[in-house]
């Protein structure tokens, strides 16, 4: 994808960063989607019966820093809404944790993609 000339230069992948890793391939993952933007794949520990990480390629910390590239997170939105509608009904819950006060583990930006709640009910809790 073509970003424009203002939008701030591809952060370089951080070798410490497990989600840097599952991009390159050297971390295994059940992956859902891939693109030339962002990857996708089924989080390790699931709190929902449809239970998805969205990444962007590139190593952002969080959504803050992720929304100088609009149209990178409208890509991500975009493609949690296809998983949504591909593996569950097409509803889902989009949670961005951001800053660790706010439970956020991972410091490479990620959409918890949470789908399939209805058919049981659970609360989906902490994340
Ligand atoms: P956070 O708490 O940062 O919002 O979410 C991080 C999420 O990443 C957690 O739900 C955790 O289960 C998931 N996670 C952490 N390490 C891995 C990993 O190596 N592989 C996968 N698939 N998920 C991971
Ligand atoms: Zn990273």
Redesign the pocket.
């Known amino acids: 994808m073509t970003q424009d000339a203002s939008a701030p230069a591809a952060p370089a992948a951080d070798p410490d960063c497990?989600f840097c890793g599952?991009v390159a391939g050297t971390?295994p993952?059940?992956l859902v989607h891939a693109d030339d933007t962002v990857v996708a794949?089924?989080?390790?520990?699931p709190?929902a019966p449809v239970h998805v990480?969205v990444v962007p390629r590139e190593h952002r910390r969080d959504v803050r820093e992720l929304a100088a590239v609009p149209e990178t997170l409208a890509h991500l939105v975009d493609v949690a809404g296809q998983i949504a509608a591909d593996l569950a009904d097409g509803d889902f819950r989009l949670?961005f944790?951001t800053g660790e006060n706010a439970?956020?583990?991972?410091l490479h930006v990620?959409a918890?993609v949470l789908a399939g709640i209805a058919q049981t009910e659970s609360d989906t809790g902490e994340?």
């Open positions: 497990v599952i971390v993952a059940d794949f089924r989080d390790l520990a709190k990480l949670v944790n439970g956020q583990t991972v990620h918890h994340l």
